[in-house]
């Protein structure tokens, strides 16, 4: 089983189980998510803390052949999953912290000697976007339509792993 089916089967699992050192195992959230980019304040909170939460490509008809998801946790740690027809799947994996209002240090895990890691300054913003199937809240870059090294801007993951949906 290739790792973007492994993927897709955990993200059919709702809720994480933690075990409370004096109780039974019970559900917990794995992040707090992203309600709607819409509300200037959680789009204010974001830039502020960091976009902590899974994100997905902004929903179009070409997400069919190529989609991306990253997820930001909150302990600083992250992996970004890529997957397309000619390219495959691929998952790196990095480090972030807040640099500011609408910027992120970010460490790559997964080719670099932990000696040797440099850091890197990633933008980012939020914008109302079109594609061909709706309007859609997106974090993209500051210069850009995409985010990051991401062909597409981004939406939050809904509960039903399809993207926000406005």
């Known amino acids: 089983m290739g790792v973007w089916a492994r993927w897709l089967r955990r993200r059919r699992?709702?809720?994480?189980?933690a075990r409370d050192v004096t109780g039974p195992t019970v559900p917990v959230a794995r992040h707090q998510p992203v309600t709607d980019l819409s509300d200037v304040h959680v789009r204010d909170r974001l830039l502020a803390e960091g976009p902590v939460g899974?994100?997905?490509?902004?929903?179009?008809?070409?997400?069919?052949?190529?989609?991306?998801l990253i997820r930001f946790a909150a302990d600083g740690?992250?992996?970004?999953?890529?997957?397309?027809?000619?390219?495959?799947?691929?998952?790196?994996?990095?480090?972030?912290?807040?640099?500011?209002?609408?910027?992120?240090?970010r460490i790559e895990r997964d080719t670099v000697?932990?000696?040797?890691?440099?850091?890197e300054m990633v933008g980012f913003r939020f914008a109302e976007q079109h594609s061909d199937i709706g309007s859609f809240?997106?974090?993209?870059?500051?210069?850009g339509d995409g985010f990051w090294?991401?062909?597409?801007?981004?939406?939050p993951q809904s509960r039903d792993g399809l993207g926000s949906v406005p």
Do not use: H, I, N
């Open 149 to 155: 090294d991401l062909v597409w801007p981004v939406v």
């Open 113 to 119: 000697a932990p000696g040797d890691a440099e850091v």
């Open 54 to 68: 899974e994100w997905v490509s902004m929903p179009s008809t070409a997400t069919a052949l190529m989609s991306d």
């Open 137 to 143: 809240w997106v974090m993209c870059d500051p210069g």
């Open 77 to 105: 740690t992250g992996q970004s999953y890529s997957s397309s027809l000619l390219g495959g799947e691929q998952v790196k994996r990095f480090t972030w912290k807040p640099a500011g209002s609408g910027m992120l240090e």
């Open 13 to 17: 699992e709702p809720q994480a189980l």
